[in-house]
């Protein structure tokens, strides 16, 4: 509820007749500290010269009206115009001080619309030279602001510094003249910027859908696939190692973070010690381009390599051996416990390298023939259909919590 001056006058009228400020407050559904600060600004203080008694806050408007008459009279012995003259000649004379005085001192002074006088500066204000100096002074303010916030100020900032500076100068004016001047603010484009400096470094691919290795330890693959048990979602991240498919680290974890695919790596790592010349490719998913993950790459001097964004085909190997550890064992199942589940994945994990044939350049086997093109179809429908089948999990789940 909004008070009047009036209604505040008399709630304050009200405390100093005596009345509790609590029960001011609960009848009239005031916040104390809101009271308090009414008390203050309309407390009366007795003039010796005068039998009138004015509240601090009649003093300082008393004030405020005071320095703009005194405004107003600068105003009027600098100009040769009177009130009785053409609306012409009041904007003649009025337009040097334009920028030495609020507009609203200028207009009061001859009785000026401040429409007619924005209006009038704006039609003029190529062969205005009071415009022209008044937008020159705030140019070089501009700059020195600029330059003393080490670039970091925008528009607002720097017009809230003119201010304080007793300079006078909307925000539209401060953009537009920052605009001009070629001036952006660091902290609206340094992220641009950093993108542009490292997006060759983090979205190269170097594999290249090159899915073969000559030797072991030159290429490894990575991804986490998501699974779901008992309400709850768990994460396999795993690393396979492209000259012999097979699975050369894993871990399940209930995040999808950093630490997952970093402990899946250092775990790899420390059992395989590869040379220099290892490539690590993935997708583009926020924990393999994380610092932390990244620093630890360069840290073992392993070169990073991408899939290109949206395209599941970059990282066949991994959408493909995903799609069939879900066939083979997730979907066929029943998991009672988190326990049962780690222990599955690690048993499947242990067959599908030591057991199951499966397909590699270097290590022939039952499905060796198979063309390039075929396994571009293979992994393409491996990622779509575990993305559908996640989506029918979720629809499933939504349906039994609507009907149980």
Not at 104 to 119: K, M, Q, S
């Given at each position: ?274 040379g220099e010349n290892l490539i690590f490719h993935s997708d583009q998913g926020s924990q393999y381009t994380s610092h932390a993950f990244r620093q630890l790459l360069k840290k073992l001097k392993i070169t990073q390599s991408f899939s290109n964004a949206g395209t599941p085909h970059d990282n066949a190997v991994m959408e493909s051996f995903f799609a069939v550890f879900k066939k083979e064992e997730f979907y066929r199942s029943a998991y ?69």
């Amino acid at each position: 509820m909004r008070y009047s001056e009036e209604e505040k006058r008399t709630l304050v009228s009200l405390y100093y007749n005596g009345k509790p400020v609590i029960e001011i407050c609960q009848e009239h559904q005031i916040s104390r500290s809101t009271f308090y600060s009414w008390i203050q600004a309309y407390r009366p203080v007795k003039s010796k010269n005068s039998p009138r008694t004015v509240t601090p806050k009649d003093f300082d408007s008393l004030l405020r009206r005071c320095e703009k008459q005194e405004q107003i009279i600068t105003v009027l012995k600098s100009v040769l115009a009177v009130a009785s003259a053409t609306t012409q000649e009041k904007l003649a004379v009025l337009e040097p001080l334009y920028g030495q005085f609020s507009v609203h001192v200028l207009c009061e002074a001859l009785d000026i619309p401040r429409g007619t006088f924005y209006n009038h500066i704006k039609r003029n204000k190529r062969g205005n030279s009071s415009y022209a100096r008044h937008r020159e002074e705030l140019r070089t303010a501009i700059q020195e602001i600029f330059e003393e916030s080490r670039q970091t100020f925008g528009s607002e900032k720097i017009c809230a510094v003119l201010h304080e500076r007793g300079y006078r100068a909307g925000t539209t004016l401060v953009r537009e003249l920052m605009s001009e001047m070629g001036l952006s603010s660091v902290s609206t484009t340094s992220k641009r910027q950093w993108k542009k400096f490292n997006s060759y470094e983090r979205k190269s691919n170097i594999l290249q859908r090159q899915f073969h290795a000559e030797a072991p330890n030159c290429v490894w693959v990575s991804d986490v696939t998501c699974m779901k048990l008992k309400d709850r979602y768990y994460y396999l991240c795993a690393i396979v190692d492209l000259y012999s498919r097979k699975v050369i680290a894993h871990k399940v974890s209930t995040r999808n973070s950093t630490q997952l695919i970093t402990a899946t790596l250092k775990m790899a790592y420390n059992m395989r010690t590869p040379g220099e010349n290892l490539i690590f490719h993935s997708d583009q998913g926020s924990q393999y381009t994380s610092h932390a993950f990244r620093q630890l790459l360069k840290k073992l001097k392993i070169t990073q390599s991408f899939s290109n964004a949206g395209t599941p085909h970059d990282n066949a190997v991994m959408e493909s051996f995903f799609a069939v550890f879900k066939k083979e064992e997730f979907y066929r199942s029943a998991y009672r416990s988190e326990a049962e589940l780690r222990k599955k994945i690690d048993e499947y994990i242990a067959f599908y390298n030591q057991k199951r044939p499966h397909f590699s350049e270097n290590n022939k086997s039952f499905i060796s023939g198979k063309r390039g093109s075929d396994l571009r179809f293979t992994a393409a429908s491996a990622a779509i259909f575990n993305c559908l089948d996640f989506n029918v999990q979720i629809l499933t789940d939504n349906l039994l919590r609507q009907n149980p």
